[in-house]
């Protein structure tokens, strides 16, 4: 193949390289524009260095995946295929659906916090799935419109570079612009590299915000979400920061709620298992597998009184009274030590210490028992609770003690408002969810069918078989964690700020 420079192939190869440099900088003020949307996705970093960190490592590396996605596709094509029509037509293509599969990823990230993936597959169908059903004429109206906008825009842009392509390589800012994207490249890298040494959160916990960016790792999705220890970080890389507190807010007023007159609800603790055994034989209870419980009792008891994770304990424990019980009497607690304040006679939900029963006492209506979990240096425990009256989906796997308040609310007493409203919990007899999350002891649980993730404060993770127990060695789920964190947070400040 003749490829002298008098050689039309030759010609022809250098004005298509020449004209792509100009097509892939008309896509990188494009891709720019869009991807911009990230920077809003998330909290804004809270120091001046992070936001100068958030700016340049969008400019660089926005328009680095941008270039590469032209040396890979468009480059090689005009070398192969040197005809400049169709190149420009190919290109327009190929520009379209990169540009399109970008701006899913921002609407997904922005809305779930997360960038598409395998393993966030069925989310990301049920979330589109949301938004076509609900006006589904005018959702295909505005996607299409969208991808006929671009397909314009790029063949305008190739088109144009093409028949003006003698005036621009005049320009001389191609060069300036280059050189300041490349010094943003390296001065990112240089301020990740530090900031990353020294447990600079600010500017770490960005890492997974741009897509085919940096891993994230447990220590920064935490970090990111506020659920690290900082200080104990901190006295490791000597580094002064603040941790976050883990306040508790919703919306007022409390939903009122119409109490069926039906028979009482009683949930029996006991501390002792053979206690519990005796207690399932007399009142002749039905077992129900696996329950998830923290170790730690006093995490247990809040989880089942409040309806929430022990991650709203500091904050809640100021005020005694459950949300879901402080606008009409709906909750009496009977000999838990540090809940004993929870007090109201005729309240349809009791919550008994299984020692203060008499051994001959029949209970009517809905009961629920279970014993508390043996101390361990584990965070959690499965066992089981035994029932009579309460229904529960056969496709859950694991159920955990605020569900079965949460259940007791929305179901039996047809509040599901009131639930909703002021709980974190899954209706276990109406909803087949096989997600759920917990905090306690400083340790994240999130659970998704039979595994079970532990991520501890430091950010070490562990991935375990609920029903089996051994440990399964698997990389981080990191859609299926930001989803845990999102839930977990439902009453945070900054949550319902966004």
Same mark, same amino acid.
């Given at each position: 193949?003749?490829?002298?420079?008098?050689?039309? /192939?030759?010609?022809?190869?250098?004005?298509?390289?020449?004209?792509?440099?100009?097509?892939?900088?008309?896509?990188?003020?494009?891709?720019?524009?869009?991807?911009?949307?990230?920077?809003?996705?998330?909290?804004?970093?809270?120091?001046?260095?992070?936001?100068? +960190?958030?700016?340049?490592?969008?400019?660089?590396?926005?328009?680095?995946?941008?270039?590469?996605?032209?040396?890979?596709?468009?480059?090689?094509?005009?070398?192969?295929?040197?005809?400049?029509?169709?190149?420009?037509?190919?290109?327009?293509?190929?520009?379209?659906?990169?540009?399109?599969?970008?701006?899913?990823?921002?609407?997904?990230?922005?809305? &779930?916090?997360?960038?598409?993936?395998?393993?966030?597959?069925? =989310?990301?169908?049920?979330?589109?799935?949301?938004?076509?059903?609900?006006?589904?004429?005018?959702?295909?109206?505005?996607?299409?419109? /969208?991808?006929?906008?671009?397909?314009?825009?790029?063949? &305008?842009?190739?088109?144009?570079?093409?028949?003006?392509?003698?005036?621009? #390589?005049?320009? #001389?800012?191609?060069?300036?612009?280059?050189?300041?994207?490349?010094?943003?490249?390296?001065?990112?890298?240089?301020?990740?590299?530090?900031?990353?040494?020294?447990? +600079?959160?600010?500017?770490?916990?960005?890492?997974?915000?741009?897509?085919?960016? +940096?891993?994230?790792?447990?220590?920064?999705? &935490?970090?990111?979400?506020?659920?690290?220890?900082?200080?104990?970080? =901190?006295?490791?890389?000597?580094?002064?920061?603040?941790?976050?507190?883990?306040?508790?807010?919703?919306?007022?007023?409390?939903?009122?709620?119409?109490?069926?007159?039906?028979?009482?609800?009683?949930?029996?603790?006991?501390?002792?298992?053979?206690?519990?055994?005796?207690?399932?034989?007399?009142?002749?209870?039905?077992?129900?597998?696996?329950?998830?419980?923290?170790?730690?009792?006093?995490?247990?008891?809040?989880?089942?009184?409040?309806?929430?994770?022990?991650?709203?304990?500091?904050?809640?424990?100021?005020?005694?009274?459950?949300?879901?019980?402080?606008?009409?009497?709906?909750?009496?607690?009977?000999?838990?030590?540090?809940?004993?304040?929870?007090?109201?006679?005729?309240?349809?939900?009791?919550?008994?210490?299984?020692?203060?029963?008499?051994?001959? #006492?029949?209970?009517?209506?809905?009961?629920?028992?279970?014993?508390?979990?043996?101390?361990?240096?584990?965070?959690?425990?499965?066992?089981?609770?035994?029932?009579?009256?309460?229904?529960?989906?056969?496709?859950?796997?694991?159920?955990?003690?605020?569900?079965?308040?949460?259940?007791?609310?929305?179901?039996? &007493?047809?509040?599901?408002?009131?639930?909703?409203?002021?709980?974190?919990?899954?209706?276990?007899?109406?909803?087949?969810?096989?997600?759920?999350?917990?905090?306690?002891?400083?340790?994240?649980?999130? /659970?998704?069918?039979?595994?079970?993730?532990?991520?501890?404060?430091?950010?070490?993770? #562990?991935?375990?078989?609920?029903?089996?127990?051994?440990?399964?060695?698997?990389?981080?789920?990191?859609?299926?964690?930001?989803?845990?964190?999102?839930?977990?947070?439902?009453?945070?400040?900054?949550?319902?700020?966004?």
């Amino acid at each position: 193949m003749n490829l002298t420079p008098q050689s039309p /192939f030759s010609s022809k190869a250098s004005q298509l390289l020449s004209w792509g440099h100009w097509f892939t900088f008309a896509n990188i003020g494009l891709v720019l524009l869009i991807s911009s949307s990230y920077l809003f996705a998330d909290k804004a970093p809270s120091s001046l260095l992070g936001g100068f +960190y958030m700016l340049i490592t969008w400019l660089s590396h926005t328009s680095f995946i941008t270039f590469s996605a032209f040396v890979l596709t468009v480059f090689p094509l005009s070398l192969i295929f040197p005809y400049p029509r169709h190149i420009r037509g190919m290109a327009a293509l190929i520009a379209t659906f990169g540009i399109s599969v970008l701006s899913l990823d921002a609407f997904v990230y922005f809305q &779930l916090g997360y960038h598409i993936n395998l393993q966030s597959g069925p =989310e990301i169908i049920s979330l589109l799935w949301s938004k076509f059903s609900g006006s589904p004429i005018i959702a295909c109206t505005l996607a299409l419109s /969208f991808v006929v906008v671009v397909l314009i825009f790029e063949l &305008l842009a190739g088109n144009r570079a093409w028949r003006h392509l003698a005036e621009l #390589k005049s320009y #001389k800012f191609p060069k300036y612009a280059s050189a300041i994207l490349v010094s943003c490249f390296a001065a990112s890298h240089s301020i990740h590299i530090w900031a990353d040494a020294n447990a +600079y959160f600010d500017i770490t916990k960005q890492d997974n915000v741009l897509p085919l960016s +940096y891993p994230t790792t447990a220590k920064t999705l &935490l970090a990111r979400h506020d659920l690290l220890d900082i200080k104990q970080y =901190e006295q490791a890389h000597d580094i002064s920061l603040t941790q976050t507190q883990n306040l508790f807010t919703y919306s007022k007023p409390i939903p009122s709620c119409d109490v069926p007159d039906n028979a009482p609800i009683s949930i029996i603790v006991f501390e002792q298992t053979p206690d519990l055994d005796a207690f399932v034989n007399q009142q002749q209870l039905s077992p129900v597998k696996q329950l998830l419980q923290p170790t730690n009792h006093s995490d247990a008891l809040f989880n089942l009184i409040y309806g929430l994770p022990a991650f709203y304990k500091t904050a809640i424990m100021e005020n005694s009274m459950p949300a879901w019980s402080s606008a009409q009497p709906l909750l009496n607690v009977i000999g838990l030590d540090g809940f004993d304040d929870i007090k109201s006679d005729n309240a349809p939900v009791s919550i008994i210490n299984g020692s203060t029963l008499k051994s001959d #006492k029949k209970i009517e209506g809905t009961i629920i028992a279970f014993s508390l979990a043996p101390q361990s240096s584990d965070a959690i425990h499965t066992s089981k609770f035994y029932s009579k009256g309460f229904k529960v989906s056969e496709a859950l796997i694991f159920k955990q003690l605020h569900d079965i308040t949460y259940t007791l609310v929305a179901s039996h &007493l047809n509040c599901a408002q009131l639930a909703s409203h002021t709980m974190l919990g899954r209706d276990l007899k109406h909803i087949s969810s096989v997600e759920g999350v917990n905090y306690t002891q400083g340790v994240l649980v999130a /659970f998704k069918k039979d595994r079970i993730t532990l991520v501890s404060q430091d950010g070490s993770y #562990k991935n375990l078989s609920g029903t089996e127990g051994f440990t399964i060695e698997q990389k981080l789920d990191i859609p299926f964690l930001i989803n845990s964190i999102k839930v977990l947070k439902k009453f945070s400040p900054e949550q319902n700020l966004r």
